[in-house]
């Protein structure tokens, strides 16, 4: 007798968490991870039930960190039912409505005000209890997907001995840089194709379960200098002076506004180099090739924010040697 798929257990799990046997299912969103997401409706509702393959993902992590999002009142989905074994969870529907589409010149003071809101309730509330620390271990660790990925996958080069003390180098100092910073909770992909607009004043946040104990600096400048979306230099820092403001109102930081840039431009370096690498490994290894078309942007902010530092002008130089005036969107045979 053939094992039922995994398309059938999905949609007999859903109906029995519903008592619903009529219940539909059909697909709400693609993933950049093992995890796929699908909508039902049953009795005049809409849910939402997450689909985490267990010999692909643990959905514990995930349940986690929801609940402690919860508890502090942020604005995460309300979870119906949840099956850490087989890997399902039905969960409230919290629409369409993603943030990036919506931005606008005239919209972006208040949209990315409701979410920075959310951002420092998040930093204030939410339990840091167990989570991992975002050590220097595991910052160079994510750094290390850019040569790997992008300077020998993507563009074919093999960092020389020299090439790699460069490297190195650079990532030390970014590392040593957040280390340096207060401490707090870190969403880690803290953008606008993870907050929706919902008829709350706080932002409905998802993709949250990679949460860690980190630098405080780390989600802001995943929102304000988004991989998918530019906003004006001026623009940006004065959004990153308005928080530094509320950070030390709340006692997090004292640091002066342009130490607090300063340490906002190295971490979003950092973050900078580990997405050059994901994007890549996202086609390559998984087959996503959409990732490739957000490869300028992401290069650009490298570029532009690396030269302005000493310790990453070096790491900066190598890359755009290597990348030599290339499409950074055509996939390498």
């Known amino acids: 007798m053939s094992l039922p798929t995994r398309e059938s257990l999905r949609l007999d799990w859903t109906r029995q968490a519903l008592a619903d046997r009529e ?3 059909e697909r709400a969103s ?9 909508r039902t409706r049953s009795a005049g509702r809409s849910w939402i039930v997450m689909d985490a393959p267990p010999d692909k993902e643990d959905i514990r992590p995930w349940l986690d960190i929801a609940y402690r999002l919860a508890r502090a009142g942020l604005h995460v ?46 930093q204030l509330r939410t339990d840091t209890g167990n989570l991992s620390p975002y050590d220097e271990t595991r910052l160079v660790a994510e750094m290390a997907l850019m040569p ?24 030390h100092a970014l590392a040593s840089s957040a280390r340096l910073q ?17 008829d709350r004043d706080n932002p409905g946040i998802v993709d949250f379960q990679d949460a860690v104990r980190g630098p405080v600096t780390y989600d802001l400048v995943s929102l304000l200098r988004d991989c998918y979306i530019e906003w004006p230099e001026a623009r940006v ?36 180099l580990k997405v050059l690498g994901i994007f890549c490994r996202l086609w390559y290894r998984d087959g996503k090739a959409g990732y490739l078309q957000d490869l300028p942007l992401v290069w650009k902010y490298t570029r532009d924010v690396g030269r302005r530092y000493p310790e990453t002008a070096p790491l900066v130089d190598l ?14 045979s």
């Open 237 to 272: 820092n004065t959004w990153v002076e308005e928080y530094r403001q509320r950070l030390v109102a709340a006692g997090i930081t004292s640091v002066d506004a342009a130490t607090f840039l300063r340490a906002f431009d190295l971490m979003g370096l950092q973050r900078h």
């Open 23 to 25: 219940a539909p299912l």
């Open 30 to 38: 693609n993933d950049a991870s093992f995890r796929s997401y699908w």
């Open 182 to 198: 207060p401490q707090a909770f870190v969403h880690r992909d803290y953008h606008s194709r993870n907050l929706l607009i919902t």
């Open 319 to 332: 890359i755009e040697r290597v990348i030599d005036g290339r499409d950074l969107t055509q996939p390498r």
């Open 77 to 122: 989905p309300d979870i119906q039912a949840a099956d850490p074994e087989r890997g399902f969870v039905l969960m409230e529907d919290l629409g369409e409505r993603l943030l990036l589409p919506e931005l606008s010149e005239s919209s972006a003071d208040r949209l990315y005000g409701s979410a920075m809101d959310a951002l420092l309730a998040m």
């Open 148 to 171: 790997e990925w992008l300077l020998e996958r993507h563009l074919g080069h093999t960092p020389g001995s020299d090439e790699r003390d460069v490297i190195e180098a650079a990532f």
